[in-house]
Nanobody
Framework: QVQLVESGGGLVQAGGSLRLSCAAS????????MGWFRQAPGKDREFVAA????????SYVDSVKGRFSISRDNAKNMVYLQMNSLKPEDTAIYYC???????????WGQGTQVTVSS
């Protein structure tokens, strides 16, 4: 199985930046996509960003386009989420996730809290 551990969350003022990291270990040979999701209190978990592990192509939810950037280091089995121009509505627990080709996201980290104050 793939184990994922997020780090880098914290408290930041609106307009500030944070970089989240996700370390993957275990059986990563079949990893196809790595992604970031977030969940705010009382709300459903939503997709934030994803990156194709081999190609490097990325996708983002509209609300973070131009502000967030996902990247990866295949050799280190790391994925990152650079978050700039943070807004209070970005406050959530951010989860790293992994999926294989033709599969749903099946491996999840425990999450890291991001709090953006106004």
């Amino acid at each position: 199985q793939v184990q994922l551990v997020e780090s880098g969350g914290g408290l930041v003022q609106a307009g500030g930046s944070l970089r989240l990291s996700c370390a993957a270990s275990g059986r990563t040979v079949n990893t196809y996509v790595m992604g970031w999701f977030r969940q705010a209190p009382g709300k459903d978990r939503e997709f934030v960003a994803a990156i194709n592990w081999s190609e490097g192509s990325t996708s983002y939810v509209d609300s973070v386009k131009g502000r967030f950037s996902i990247s990866r280091d295949n050799a280190k089995n790391m994925v990152y989420l650079q978050m700039n121009s943070l807004k209070p509505e970005d406050t959530a627990i951010y989860y790293c996730a992994e999926r294989e080709a033709h599969q749903a996201f099946g491996s999840w980290g425990q999450g890291t809290q991001v709090t953006v104050s106004s």
